[in-house]
């Protein structure tokens, strides 16, 4: 049964909804599941709740509304503290590194991924594919510094920039698939096939994780609105 105080507006192919959702299972923290449909107009709550940017998730804890995905994991670290282990890093200068590299994959890893979702041309796709593949091997090496060795990049336990990353890997392999490209492989990301391995199977992630050819077919209704509403007006 969900906390009477905590709820998650989004949806359940969002990558960033999933890294709320698995924040709250490593803490133990039970919620309420509202869903948001990404392919209807956006809901009176959503509007009303993140005003400013209109995006999901929207976190609710004691009726206040928080929002953008890597807010709400350090609110939801900062809050429940005797749950399980730190999302964050206890170290000041491994918490800004943590910071800096879930900044990267928001800022640079996935704005690529999502043009070689949605790129209308081969061209387009030919750059955001290089790009992508790039920023694989980018975080193959920040695995190897940050993980220390370790399963996860937060070491012995899923922190920040797993939770940062994992989101997205049902989406690598789904876009992979439609660009005929492994964009994690053995070949030039062994680490990271590896700690995707870990990360899916753990407890608190492979609940939440959605079956890769459901997300495929939203995945296609998804570019399909998004082509639609960039297209030019007569």
Same mark, same amino acid.
């Given at each position: 049964?969900? #906390?009477?105080?905590?709820?998650?507006?989004?949806? &359940?192919?969002?990558?960033?909804?999933?890294? /709320?959702?698995?924040?709250?299972?490593?803490?133990? /923290?039970?919620?309420?599941? /509202? #869903?948001?449909?990404?392919?209807?107009?956006?809901?009176?709550?959503?509007?009303?709740?993140?005003?400013?940017?209109?995006?999901?998730?929207?976190?609710?804890?004691?009726?206040?509304?928080?929002?953008?995905?890597?807010?709400?994991?350090?609110?939801?670290?900062?809050? &429940?503290?005797?749950?399980?282990?730190?999302?964050?890093?206890?170290?000041?200068?491994?918490?800004?590194?943590?910071?800096?590299?879930?900044?990267?994959?928001?800022?640079?890893?996935?704005?690529?991924?999502?043009?070689l979702l949605i790129g209308a041309t081969e061209e387009d796709k030919k750059a955001a594919l290089a790009e992508v593949v790039e920023g694989t091997v980018v975080l193959e090496g920040a695995f190897g510094e940050l993980s220390k060795g370790k399963a996860f990049f937060g070491g012995d336990n899923i922190g920040f920039v797993d939770i940062a990353l994992g989101s997205l890997l049902g989406w690598i392999e789904v876009i992979g698939k439609q660009c005929e490209t492994k964009l994690v492989s053995e070949a030039k990301t062994p680490r990271l096939v590896q700690w995707a391995d870990c990360f899916s199977a753990h407890e608190a992630v492979k609940d939440v994780l959605p079956d890769v050819d459901k997300l495929a077919d939203f995945g296609l209704k998804l570019r399909a609105k998004i082509l639609k509403a960039l297209a030019p007006t007569n």
């Open positions: 049964m969900a #906390e009477s105080n905590v709820k998650v507006l989004g949806t &359940w192919a969002s990558p960033f909804v999933m890294r /709320v959702k698995i924040a709250l299972h490593l803490k133990s /923290v039970r919620y309420e599941d /509202v #869903e948001e449909d990404l392919l209807a107009p956006k809901s009176e709550l959503l509007l009303k709740s993140n005003p400013v940017y209109k995006k999901i998730p929207v976190f609710f804890h004691a009726h206040n509304p928080i929002c953008e995905s890597l807010i709400i994991l350090q609110y939801i670290d900062e809050v &429940w503290t005797t749950s399980a282990s730190s999302i964050l890093p206890s170290d000041p200068y491994e918490r800004s590194q943590s910071r800096f590299w879930a900044a990267y994959v928001d800022d640079k890893f996935f704005p690529a991924l999502r043009r």
